[in-house]
């Protein structure tokens, strides 16, 4: 299996109604949710994000799409 790593990746989706906690504990729920999506039979990829604890650097900022 291929491993592609992606550094500095920002992920968007909406924290207050799918997931709840800290940064963190919201943006680990947010993989796990994703990996559920990627994973997902018939048409999943077969593939999944992963997050090494030790390389986890969290910011928190409101996105604005007309900026």
Known sequence: MKAITIHRLLLQFDAGQLTDGTNEAQARQAVELINLTLQREP????AQLI???DEVEIESHLFDPAA
């Open 43 to 46: 048409f999943g990829l077969g």
């Open 51 to 53: 997050v090494h604890r």
